[in-house]
């Protein structure tokens, strides 16, 4: 593994269904952060960790809940998905705090997620 | 609070021609600027980032941008347009969050 994997690359989900989507760095990364990209609205921050077993809210939290168990591991749930959690979602982590303005920040490749 | 305002969605461009993507900012603290590529179906990469050193940043590909503190613009330049640059691209400014753009979509015109 080389920087940040995240999965499924892509997923179809009926509303009201639970889901996880996964997202691992290898590269001992301090914070890490999970953003959704809608069209013309660019990335908006949905949750950020800066250590294990810290969690923070971003600017679009509703619905969405994460854990830190490991500096490694980084998940986002879906309780209760609904269609305008449609989206692709980008797990990012970055050397320092989420609150440094310096930091530069590492993406994954990203996870399509339909709700239907 | 902060904020980033990418002028154009959409810039087309013929190959060897040269690129401006424009970005204006608004913060309350001196911030760090960034811009990032995303090309088709892939994550961010950064291209370059100003974090209150030289306002002249050069960074990946070709890529610069200036930081203009009094017309709080960050935009991104390059001398000659590749058929490669064609991707999204976003600025995003940097206080005790960071915000994204918009983002501006560049086409190359062979």
């Known amino acids: 593994i080389a920087g940040i994997t995240q999965a499924p690359t892509s997923q179809i989900l009926a509303a009201g269904r639970r889901m996880t989507l996964r997202c691992t760095q290898d590269m001992r990364h301090n914070a890490m952060y999970w953003y959704r990209q809608d069209l013309g609205l660019g990335l908006r921050l949905i949750h950020y960790?800066?250590?294990?077993?810290?969690?923070g809210k971003g600017e679009v939290p509703d619905g969405y809940s994460v854990s830190r168990a490991n500096t490694d591991d980084f998940p986002l749930t879906l309780a209760s998905a609904v269609p305008s959690q449609t989206s692709v979602y980008f797990c990012a982590s970055s050397e320092g705090l989420a609150e440094s303005s310096y930091n530069e920040q590492f993406f994954g490749p990203g996870t399509r997620l339909t709700v239907l | 609070a902060q904020s980033v305002t990418q002028l154009d969605s959409h810039v087309s461009v013929s190959e060897g021609t040269p690129v401006l993507l424009r970005c204006n900012y608004s913060s309350s603290y001196s911030p760090s600027l960034f811009w990032y590529v995303q090309h088709p179906n892939k994550g961010l990469q950064l291209l370059l980032k100003y974090t209150s050193a030289a306002t002249l940043v050069k960074g990946i590909n070709g890529f610069e941008a200036e930081f203009k503190k009094s017309e709080t613009s960050f935009h991104l330049t390059k001398p000659s347009a590749h058929m490669s640059d064609a991707a999204e691209y976003f600025c995003v400014v940097s206080g005790n969050d960071m915000r994204f753009g918009a983002g501006t979509r560049l086409t190359v015109k062979p």
């Open positions: 960790s800066n250590t294990a077993g810290t969690t």
